[in-house]
C-alpha cells in the first residue's frame, strides 16, 4: 500500500527504511525516498508509521 502517492513509498519502504537504513525521522525519511515532499498529504500517516515501526524495532 502506497503511504507517499506522490513519490510512490510504500509502508514496507517505510519500515525497511527505519530497519535496514537506519532512519528515525520524518525529515531523514524526505531525504532517503521524497516522503512529504511533493503535497504533504501523506506526512499524517507517516509519522505514525514511522513512529510505530520505531517502537517495535
Ligand atoms: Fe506524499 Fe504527496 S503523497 S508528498
Redesign the pocket.
Known sequence: MFV????AVSDRQIRRAVREDGVTSLRELARLHG????????VPQARELLGETLASA
Open positions: 507517499c502517492v506522490c513519490k516522503v512529504g515532499t511533493c503535497c504533504g498529504k501523506c
